[in-house]
């Protein structure tokens, strides 16, 4: 049996699995709505036994920043298999077809949100992002020093060209955010309070999304581009003291501001949260950008990836370019690794030296000092979930 890609008249049915396995129920007058964002944002693919849909997985076409830069990324969700059909090798099947899918449309990498870790790594996705959750009192929201610009707040409608280039702004300073069209902003913001801090010359330099229900506030998304947009976002919070007893905040595992509060030892939650996979070595290789400033030595690396082929290779990445090398190399330049290891080591989430310590890069002691210089300081984030 081999994976077909799924026709609208489908997508019910589709629903009605995804219900099944990650038992939750579609509101009937939802079901539009539902059926309307997989026609705009996905495709389905699946396995048809007896004229029923018994597995499948949705796609996602989308792209992610990496620094500056940007690449095609390949979303995985909605996984799912009929439980009398389960233990057949239909989600592995899906998972390489898929793979091969998107080495044939030039996707560089591939995420998804795992229902089980130890699963999806044996295929290749490895953790990129950890997600932290703060929790506060009433008695944490205490004001810090006054800013010179304004907080706007939006029920409706709010300026998608301010939050989007607050929103952008941020993301390059990241590796792994995604990259938001009109329709994502339509989702991200539905049913929420949008609020923006503008400053003195009434430039958006930060934003809040969030809700307010039951006396708490629940802060989805914040995001500011300097301290006077993170003081004046954190004013804002704090002016729904008389609202509020309590608060919850998603943000950035090391955010700074966290930091600058009067009582910095608030609850804080941080979980592994998003898995990546790079698809196409050579062509993540040649996009990435490598710091050579401390170091212009090539590294030579030998990738292993059971599930993609195409990337069992050695490549010789050097300041001028990538390539593949055919002969043999010396031992003692190789530097192995699985694609796991490089995904994860890529995005910034583990450095080098930690994935040699549990034995998941193996190379000579300057081959790894090389490796380490190379690979950029920029940490991994994904407010995002599909």
């Excluded at 006396?215 to 954190?234: D, H």
């Amino acid at each position: 049996m081999t994976l077909i890609k799924v026709g609208e008249d489908r997508y019910l049915e589709a629903i009605r699995l995804s219900e099944y396995a990650f038992q939750y129920k579609v509101a009937e007058d939802q079901i539009a709505e539902r059926l309307d964002v997989l026609k705009k944002h996905h495709q389905l693919f699946g396995m048809i036994e007896e004229e029923q849909l018994v597995a499948k997985l949705h796609f996602l076409p989308l792209d992610i920043y990496l620094g500056e830069k940007t690449f095609k990324m390949g979303g995985i969700a909605g996984v799912a298999t009929y439980p009398e059909h389960r233990r057949k090798g239909y989600v592995k099947e899906m998972l390489i077809d898929i793979l091969n899918k998107m080495k044939e449309e030039d996707f560089s990498v591939s995420m998804l949100f795992p229902f089980s870790v130890p699963f999806y790594r044996k295929y290749g996705w490895e953790l990129f992002s950890n997600k932290l959750t703060v929790t506060m009192s009433k008695s944490d929201l205490q004001f810090q020093k006054e800013t010179f610009g304004t907080m706007k707040r939006f029920s409706e409608d709010p300026p998608f060209h301010d939050l989007a280039r607050v929103y952008e702004q941020y993301a390059m300073k990241f590796s792994g955010m995604l990259v938001r069209v009109q329709d994502w902003w339509d989702k991200v913001v539905k049913d929420k309070q949008v609020a923006i801090y503008y400053d003195a010359n009434e430039y958006a330099t930060g934003y809040l999304i969030y809700k307010v229900k039951e006396k708490r506030m629940k802060i989805k998304e914040i995001v500011s581009l300097n301290a006077e947009a993170k003081r004046g976002l954190w004013n804002f919070i704090c002016q729904h003291d008389s609202m509020i007893n309590g608060l919850e905040m998603s943000t950035y595992e090391r955010e700074p501001f966290l930091f600058s509060l009067n009582e910095p030892r608030v609850k804080r939650d941080v979980s592994p949260y998003f898995m990546a996979r790079i698809v196409d070595v050579e062509k993540f290789l040649r996009e990435y950008s490598f710091d050579w400033s401390k170091q212009n030595d090539e590294i030579v690396l030998e990738v292993s990836d059971e599930y993609a082929p195409w990337n069992n290779q050695i490549f010789r990445v050097k300041k001028d370019g990538i390539s593949i090398v055919e002969q043999q190399v010396e031992a003692e330049k190789l530097i192995k690794l699985s694609i796991n290891a490089l995904t994860t080591m890529l995005f910034g989430y583990r450095r080098p030296e930690e994935l040699a310590q549990i034995d998941q890069i193996h190379a000579e002691d300057d081959e790894l000092k090389k490796l380490e210089l190379v690979i950029p300081h920029r940490k991994p984030f994904f407010y995002d979930f599909f």
